[in-house]
């Protein structure tokens, strides 16, 4: 029983249009067949082997996501944070622990609730749009203009939550932040 239907179709390999047969043909020849076959392999084999690659990385992130307790090498491994990150926290009294002997251990929901607590917005500062460079000073301007060691600079800046820009190899204050801060420390000295 031969079929004499003919339906215009546009092969999945190739994209050219082709005349099928039947209502199932993908592809216009046995080579785009084949090549897409040859594709969807590689592709298979290539995922595979990435995954492969991530389990050799981390071999017992698996494991650790098991578990109910987890060390704090395994938190640190298993939240992408440092050990001591994971110790401030605990300090801080917003993270609780369980003690065995000299190890520390975590309950794994406690470390998945601390990390899924929505940030409150009222806390983060707004983002400040460049000014642009007539209206700032390089960290080396302002050293140079108020006699300040880079210690102090850094701290000043810190301690006042002012905004610095990164532009190329340069860092930027803005000049309206810096002058009204150093001016008001002229006035305390008269």
Do not use: W
């Not at 622990?97 to 609730?113: L, P, Q």
């Not at 340069?170 to 001016?183: C, E, L, P, R, T």
């Amino acid at each position: 029983m031969s079929s004499n239907i003919q339906i215009t179709r546009i092969c999945e390999f190739c994209q050219n249009e082709f005349t099928a047969r039947t209502t199932k043909t993908q592809y216009c020849s046995l080579k785009c067949s084949s090549r897409a076959y040859k594709a969807r392999t590689r592709e298979s084999k290539i995922t595979q082997s990435n995954k492969q690659t991530q389990i050799a990385k981390n071999p017992n992130l698996e494991a650790v996501k098991t578990k109910d307790f987890i060390s704090m090498n395994q938190a640190s491994l298993l939240f992408g944070i440092s050990r001591r990150t994971i110790y401030r926290i605990i300090s801080r009294g917003e993270l609780d622990i369980a003690k065995f002997g000299a190890r520390t251990v975590i309950r794994r929901c406690d470390m998945d609730s601390f990390f899924s607590i929505p940030l409150d917005q009222s806390l983060l500062r707004p983002v400040q749009e460049f000014p642009g460079l007539e209206h700032c000073y390089t960290i080396t301007q302002i050293q140079q203009k108020f006699g300040v060691s880079p210690g102090a600079l850094y701290m000043i800046i810190q301690r006042h939550a002012i905004a610095k820009y990164s532009v190329g190899k340069f860092n930027y204050v803005a000049k309206k932040d810096i002058d009204i801060i150093f001016n008001a420390r002229e006035n305390e000295k008269e």
